[in-house]
């Protein structure tokens, strides 16, 4: 079965460094998320990615978060300069198009701002 | 309102018994309802979906019951097995200006003794 492939999987970093989280989404699919879970709390939506552009973004996505999609396969989130509170479980996921397709979503990469 | 409240946090159930987990919101855009199911250092993986012009869904021991009315829903495992211990969340999607995303749940931590 075709999967969402996150790298890497742990991830620790100073405060004030910029982090790169990549993913590598299923191929066909058209749609991409960004989602966290802090841990012990709900996953939470951060950003999506349509035709090469943001479609839409949280509050939680300011400017120091940045996404692109490189090359066609690749999907990155960058950010500029991490903070404690940025420590968290990012997700990212894909989808074909349409309604009631589900999601996909890869193991995560666990970041930890020290 | 972007929420899905979800109860409870937490939950213990022995096996052969029923798991019940449950979910309400207010929006009146959202319109599909997934429920993720989560293993410690994975991502949420779709279990079981429903739209909302169904009351019900079944598929295995799983089945999604909605009430459109009440603006709830709730999913019931049957003769729940060990395996089956993990994080459940409910979610809905919501499209706005064209855009889609996933809302959760704060989910519920399912633990299932033998």
Known sequence: ?114 | QQQVKQSPQSLIVQKGGISIINCAYENTAFDYFPWYQQFPGKGPALLIAIRPDVSEKKEGRFTISFNKSAKQFSLHIMDSQPGDSATYFCAATVTQGGSEKLVFGKGTKLTVNP
Not at chain 1, 40 to 55: H, M, P, R, T
Not at chain 1, 63 to 92: H, W
């Open chain 1, 1 to 114: 079965e075709p999967e969402v492939t996150q790298t890497p999987s742990h991830q620790v970093t100073q405060m004030g460094q910029e982090v790169i989280l990549h993913c590598v989404p299923i191929s066909n699919h058209l749609y991409f998320y960004w989602y966290r879970q802090i841990l012990g709390q709900k996953v939470e939506f951060l950003v999506s990615f349509y035709n090469n552009e943001i479609s839409e973004k949280s509050e939680i996505f300011d400017d120091q978060f940045s996404v692109e999609r490189p090359d066609g396969s690749n999907f990155t989130l960058k950010i500029r300069s991490t903070k404690l509170e940025d420590s968290a479980m990012y997700f990212c996921a894909s989808r074909y198009r349409g309604l009631g397709v589900g999601y996909t979503f890869g193991s995560g990469t666990r970041l930890t701002v020290v």
